[in-house]
């Protein structure tokens, strides 16, 4: 039975056609800079399949027209960027990002700024990396003495933000956490003990915001975190938002990239650090 209705359901609306996929791409790429190749169709097909049937359409093509130019364009766009979105996240990921701004960018910082320090994580989705970053901001207080910072998180799809203010996970989201920090930092749900909520004075350390990183509004950042973002975007974006990054940066501040992405290829005025926790990248004043 299932098998069958499977079928029926795929008989009913194709895969996009390559030319219906490019009209799609082109989109996606200008509002978001995210660039799908060509062997993304089947993934986009049976996402978008989705959205077809909740809204009763019976082809891409006025799908397409129902999403750019009918009077629900607005909030039919909120639906169409969490479809292409990709949102994996989990505490813990790349740890080193983290040692390398307890044990070298903070401590620079904090001779420096007398202020509050300004962290932007960009590109958040579901709230683990900013909540991790206030959570090790708090433990390299240990070592470094109480210092005032807030954590300013945005992301472009509205769902991982209403996630991240949740502020709950299980599973693979929490699994790398050390149990102290888990201990510390998380209450455990009463009524699903596989659930374990980020406590409220570390949430309410995070200002959560639905924004383009191409049309940002955070400045005089002393960090920003932007991992595992700029590989979904192509060098022309990469470059733009690289810049961007630059000069909403404090003098002296820094720029931390998820492991797989590099600004080597790029050309902008970060002076690139190759540290014994990976290569970071600093705005000289
Ligand atoms: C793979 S997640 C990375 C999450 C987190 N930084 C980490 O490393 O775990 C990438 C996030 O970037 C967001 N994103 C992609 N393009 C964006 C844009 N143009 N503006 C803002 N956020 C964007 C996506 O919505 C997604 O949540």
Redesign the pocket.
């Known amino acids: 039975m299932f098998e069958q209705e499977k079928e029926i359901i795929s008989i009913d609306i194709p895969d996009l056609t390559p030319e219906q996929f490019q009209r799609f791409a082109s989109l996606i790429h200008d509002?978001?800079?995210?660039y799908l190749k060509e062997h993304k169709i089947t993934l986009l097909s049976n996402r978008l399949r989705k959205r077809l049937r909740e809204l009763k359409l019976k082809d891409y093509d006025q799908y397409y027209y129902y999403l750019t130019k009918s009077d629900k364009s607005n909030t039919e766009m909120i639906h169409f960027?969490e479809v292409v979105?990709?949102?994996?996240?989990?505490f813990w990921?790349?740890p080193q990002n983290f040692e390398a701004y307890k044990k070298i960018i903070l401590p620079e910082l904090l001779k420096l700024y007398k202020i509050k320090l300004r962290i932007w994580?960009?590109?958040?989705?579901?709230g683990?990396?900013p909540y991790n970053i206030v959570i090790e901001s708090i433990e390299a207080m240990k070592d470094l003495g109480y210092f005032v910072f807030e954590v300013i998180a945005?992301?472009?799809?509205k769902r991982?933000i209403e996630f991240a203010k949740e502020g709950c996970y299980s599973g693979r989201k929490i699994e790398k956490i050390p149990p102290t920090i888990l201990k510390r930092y998380f209450r455990q749900n009463p009524y699903d003990p596989e659930i374990y909520c980020v406590r409220e004075d570390i949430k309410s350390k995070v200002i959560f915001k639905i924004?383009?990183?191409?049309e940002p509004t955070i400045e005089n950042a002393h960090v920003i975190?932007?991992?595992?973002?700029m590989?979904?975007?192509q060098k022309k974006e990469q470059q733009k938002l690289a810049m961007e990054f630059y000069n909403r940066l404090m003098p002296n501040g820094y720029l931390l990239i998820?492991h797989a992405e590099s600004l080597q290829m790029l050309d902008t005025p970060f002076q690139v650090m190759h540290t014994e926790y990976g290569t970071i990248y600093k705005k000289i004043s």
């Open positions: 509002i978001t800079g995210i960027l979105t990709t949102n994996e996240s989990y990921r790349t994580s960009a590109g958040c989705s579901t683990e990396e945005t992301d472009i799809s991982v924004e383009n990183l191409f975190f932007c991992r595992n973002v590989i979904y975007f998820g």
